[in-house]
Structures are given as C-alpha cells and as structure tokens.
C-alpha cells in the first residue's frame, strides 16, 4: 500500500532520505536565488510607469484643452511657452495633484520629474492655445 511518500512493507515504514530532502533544498535554493535579481529592480520600473502614465494625462488633458480652444468652448485653458506650472497643468487634469512632481520647462516641451531615492523623467507635449 502507498501513502504519500511512506511505503509499508512487511510492517517497515520507509520514507524520503536525508539526502534526498537536502537535494530538494538545495534546488529550490538555486532556484530562488536565480529568481530574486529579475524582482529587486520592480521599484524603479514600477517608478518610470507611474511617471509615464501621469505624462500621458497630462498630455491627454492638453491635447483635449486644445481641441475646446479650437472649438472657441469656454472650458477652454489658455496655454503660453511659460505655463509649465504645476497650478496650470493641474487645470488641465480636473483636480488632480501634481505635488509629487517637479515642472520644469517651456511648453510646449514641459518635463515631469519624480525624485525619491532616484530620478525619474518624463516629457510632455503641452500644446499652445
């Protein structure tokens, strides 16, 4: 009869071997040191997205305040080469924060910056209105 790893024969109970544990160890050792580098650098990566994804809303916003200009809407956010301002580009986004950040920049070229234990860029299309 067979139960899980135990075999019974003739009343004689045999299992796995110390070496055999050891092994298994060994192995999973490997494996997990092998594993561990690919996710210690996820902060940096996981940093850049969100700086990326901010960017992109802001550029997003910008693009939809140029099409309400163009339509003479009075939503309608003036944009000039010197508002790459945290207050003017937080206009665009309806509320949200940009504190985090620093601007910096003309427009249409405003760049984001994200500094915490590294720097993190990004670049932003803010078209003039």
């Given at each position: 009869m067979k139960t899980f790893g135990k075999q019974i024969q003739?009343?004689?109970?045999?299992?796995?071997?110390?070496?055999e544990l050891i092994m298994v160890i060994v192995i999973i050792g490997i494996?997990?040191?092998?594993?561990?580098?690919?996710?210690?650098?996820?902060?940096?990566?996981?940093?850049?997205a969100a700086v990326d994804g901010i960017a992109?809303?802001?550029a997003s916003a910008?693009?939809?305040n140029r099409a309400l200009c163009a339509a003479n809407n009075a939503a309608c956010?003036?944009?000039?080469?010197?508002?790459?301002?945290?207050?003017k580009l937080e206009s665009l986004l309806d509320g949200s924060s940009l504190a985090l950040y620093t601007i910096s920049g003309?427009?249409?070229?405003?760049v984001l910056t994200l500094t915490t234990d590294t720097t993190i860029t990004a670049t932003v299309?803010?078209?003039?209105?």
């Open positions: 003739n009343g004689r109970q045999s299992g796995f071997t110390l070496i494996l997990a040191a092998v594993a561990v580098p690919k996710f210690t650098d996820l902060t940096t990566d996981a940093s850049q992109g809303a802001v910008a693009a939809t956010v003036t944009i000039t080469s010197s508002d790459c301002t945290a207050t003309t427009a249409p070229s405003c299309n803010v078209p003039l209105t």
